[in-house]
C-alpha cells in the first residue's frame, strides 16, 4: 500500500496511539501532521524522526482540540503545506473518573470538546477538500467505552458513545464521495501511560505486578493481553486502503473480546 501522494493529518499523536498511527502512516509514504501536547523537544525528536525513518515531510501543529479556532487553523495549515488532508485521525482525547455527584462541570466539558466536539470541527474544516478530490479517509479513534460502560466514567463514556454516532452520521453523508468515516474500538492499549500506572497500583492495593495486569487493568479483556499501539495502527492503515472502501460507517472493536461479553 503506499499513501505517497497523500497527507494525514491525526490528532493527539505526540504520545501513544496516534503516534503510532502517524507513523504507519509515514511508513507508507504519506506526508504528515502530527499534533499533541508535551515537551518541545520530545515532539521536536518525534517529529523529525517521523522524516528521518520514513523520508517524508512531518508538520508539528500545537493546537488545542478543545478550541474550535485552532482546530480550523490547522487543517488549513496542513492544506496550505501540503496541499491536502486526505486522511483524518481524531484521536485525541483524555479521561477523568469520577462518581457523577462530584465530577467537575469543566471537566466534563474538556472530555466532550476534547473527545468528541473536536471530530466535527475537524471533520467540518477536512471534508470540503476531500470532496473536492473525491477521495477521502475518516478514522476515530473511539474506545469499548463507544459499546459498554464502566462507572465513573461518565463523560468519557459519553463522548465516545457520541463518536461513535458522528461517525455513522458522516459516514452516510459521505457515502457517494469515496470518502469513508470509520471509528476503532481498542480496548486496554499497553501505552507509556499504561505502563506508568502499574507501580502506583501494586503499592496502593498491595498487588504484584501481574496481580494489577490481570485482575485489575485487564479484568474485562478475557484475552488478558493489551492490545498494541501498533496492531491499531495497523487497521488504520488498512481502513484507508482500496480494500476498505467498502467499509464505511463502522465501529471496528479491538478489545481482545471485552464487549462480545
Ligand atoms: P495518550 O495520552 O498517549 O495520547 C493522547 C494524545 O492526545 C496526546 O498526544 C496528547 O497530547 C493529546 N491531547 C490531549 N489533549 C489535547 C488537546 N486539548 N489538544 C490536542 N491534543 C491533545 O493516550 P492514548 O492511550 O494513546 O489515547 C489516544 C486515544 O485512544 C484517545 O482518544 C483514547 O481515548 C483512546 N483509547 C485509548 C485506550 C488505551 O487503553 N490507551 C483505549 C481505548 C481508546
Given at each position: 500500500?503506499?499513501?505517497?501522494?497523500?497527507?494525514?493529518?491525526?490528532?493527539?499523536?505526540?504520545?501513544?496511539?496516534?503516534?503510532?498511527?502517524?507513523?504507519?502512516?509515514?511508513?507508507e509514504g504519506a506526508n504528515i501532521v502530527i499534533n499533541g501536547f508535551g515537551?518541545?523537544?520530545?515532539?521536536?525528536?518525534?517529529?523529525t524522526a517521523i522524516e528521518s525513518d520514513f523520508g517524508v515531510?512531518?508538520?508539528?501543529?500545537?493546537?488545542?482540540?478543545?478550541?474550535?479556532?485552532q482546530i480550523q487553523a490547522m487543517v488549513k495549515e496542513a492544506e496550505g503545506m501540503f496541499g491536502s488532508v486526505d486522511i483524518l485521525v481524531n484521536n485525541a482525547g483524555i479521561q477523568f473518573v469520577s462518581p457523577i455527584e462530584e465530577f467537575p462541570g469543566e471537566k466534563w466539558d474538556q472530555i466532550i470538546a476534547?473527545?468528541?466536539?473536536?471530530?466535527?470541527?475537524?471533520?467540518?474544516?477536512?471534508v470540503p477538500g476531500m470532496k473536492a478530490r473525491g477521495w477521502?479517509?475518516?478514522?476515530?479513534?473511539?474506545s469499548?467505552?463507544?459499546?459498554?460502560?464502566?462507572?465513573?466514567?461518565?463523560?468519557?463514556?459519553?463522548?465516545?458513545?457520541?463518536?461513535?454516532?458522528?461517525?455513522?452520521?458522516?459516514?452516510?453523508?459521505?457515502?457517494?464521495?469515496?470518502?469513508t468515516v470509520n471509528c476503532i474500538s481498542p480496548g486496554y492499549v499497553?501505552?507509556?501511560?499504561v505502563e506508568a500506572q502499574i507501580p502506583d497500583t501494586m503499592k496502593a492495593r498491595g498487588l504484584t505486578k501481574e496481580q494489577v495486569i490481570d485482575d485489575v487493568m485487564l479484568k474485562a479483556q478475557p484475552t488478558k493481553e493489551f492490545v498494541t499501539v501498533e496492531q491499531v495502527a495497523a487497521l488504520a492503515v488498512f481502513l484507508c486502503s482500496d480494500s476498505a472502501s467498502q467499509m464505511t460507517g463502522a465501529n471496528l472493536s479491538m478489545d481482545g473480546g471485552w464487549t462480545a461479553q
Open positions: 500500500m503506499s499513501f505517497k501522494s497523500k497527507t494525514a493529518l491525526v490528532t493527539g499523536s505526540t504520545s501513544g496511539i496516534g503516534l503510532a498511527i502517524a507513523r504507519a502512516f509515514a511508513a515537551k518541545p523537544e520530545q515532539i521536536e525528536t518525534a517529529r515531510r512531518a508538520h508539528y501543529s500545537a493546537a488545542d482540540m478543545s478550541k474550535a479556532d476534547i473527545n468528541l466536539s473536536s471530530a466535527f470541527h475537524t471533520m467540518k474544516a477536512a477521502g479517509r475518516i478514522i476515530n479513534t473511539a469499548a467505552h463507544s459499546l459498554v460502560a464502566s462507572p465513573y466514567k461518565s463523560a468519557y463514556v459519553a463522548a465516545k458513545h457520541g463518536i461513535a454516532g458522528l461517525t455513522k452520521t458522516a459516514a452516510l453523508e459521505l457515502a457517494q464521495h469515496k470518502i499497553w501505552t507509556p501511560l
